[in-house]
């Protein structure tokens, strides 16, 4: 589907959002589903994604979501293809994410070395805002969940959640050490989600 919203909708996109915001699905029912699928995080380490969006969810709010466009492994274009061609994809992941932890802002970090990608992520963003997807009130349902995109600057390492934190917050992308993991201590110290592109996309 590209970037075009009505083609994405047109083969059931955003459905299972308004499932979820329509009541079908409670955030622990995601989660529990999450567990059954045994999701794993598509970034490299492998971290069971329902285990680490219950652990922010128990967390003390506010929390916050992030997705890692970093991708920075020599010839790996797998977060690259979501970005460019199927920006929808994930973003609805991203959303469905953010309804089931109980968060209202988000981040996606995309290395300003795509700059169609994050052109492209602009887009997607401006047509699921005008549809009323995506910021207050989403589909009226008194959901609020907005994203900003951050750029970095191609640095390696902020390709590891920390780091990545570190350069979301605006300091130099350096790991840190854990505990206390994102899930409790993240950006600017409130509880974080972080995935990759493909794991929010799945």
């Known amino acids: ?15 299972v959002l308004e499932a979820c ?12 589903r999450l567990d059954e699928t045994a ?3 598509l970034g490299g380490a492998g971290f069971l994604t329902g285990r680490k969006w219950r652990m922010v969810r128990d967390a003390p709010g506010p929390r916050l979501l992030a997705v890692n466009g970093d991708e920075s492994e ?56 005008e549809r009323g997807l995506l910021g207050t009130d989403i589909l009226g ?5 907005d994203i900003e995109v951050r750029e970095g600057a191609g640095a390696f390492v902020c ?5 990545l934190i570190a350069s ?10 854990r505990p206390p993991f994102p899930a409790v201590k993240g950006y600017m110290g409130k509880p974080t989600n972080i995935n990759n592109v493909e794991t929010f996309a799945n």
């Open 74 to 129: 020599p010839g790996t274009f797998k977060d690259r293809h979501y970005l460019l061609a199927d920006p929808h994809r994930f973003l609805e992941g991203m959303l469905i994410a953010a309804y089931a932890i109980g968060c209202t802002h988000g981040f996606i970090y995309v290395r300003a070395e795509y700059p169609i990608a994050v052109r492209h992520v602009h887009i997607a963003l401006h047509q699921v805002r």
């Open 21 to 32: 915001l329509a009541g079908k699905y409670s955030a622990d029912e995601i989660i529990a």
């Open 168 to 177: 979301i917050e605006g300091s130099r992308g350096i790991p840190r050490p």
């Open 159 to 163: 390709g590891e959640e920390t780091a």
């Open 39 to 41: 999701l794993r995080g």
């Open 141 to 145: 349902t008194g959901f609020n969940f």
């Open 1 to 15: 589907p590209g970037i075009d919203l009505a083609a994405y909708r047109a083969g059931g996109g955003y459905g």
